[in-house]
Nanobody, 120 residues
């Protein structure tokens, strides 16, 4: 399974960005799909994630500003980020819990990361 992310970049505080992630490969099904981020000197943390049939869960720090959307048919997930703050600066990673064809278990797959920089 390969995850390809796009949409990162540089934006001023208060601005918006939209991240997109597409999963491809021998996918049988995807369970959870969402985004994590890692700022310099910090651990990777959950931003937002959704299961195959449930509502999205957000980190407290982004609740009300970020919106996660998923297209299960296309194996894509997008993160709309509004009212960005300097503290949102990080490398954002797409993650999918996927089951591949011929296997009976899910494992986590990570995208390569996309840089989001918010200038204050």
């Amino acid at each position: 399974v390969q995850l390809q992310a796009s949409g990162g970049g540089l934006v001023q505080a208060g601005g918006s960005l939209r991240l997109s992630c597409a999963a491809s490969g021998s996918i049988f099904s995807i369970g959870t799909m969402g985004w994590y981020r890692q700022a310099p000197g910090k651990q990777r943390e959950l931003v937002a994630i959704t299961s195959s049939g449930g509502n999205a869960i957000y980190a407290d720090s982004v609740e009300g500003r970020f919106t996660l959307s998923r297209d299960k048919a296309k194996n894509t997930v997008a993160l709309q980020m509004n009212s960005l703050k300097a503290e949102d600066t990080a490398v954002y990673y797409c993650k999918a819990g996927a089951k591949t064809t011929g296997r009976d278990w899910y494992r986590d797959y990570w995208g390569p990361g996309t840089q989001v920089t918010v200038s204050s």
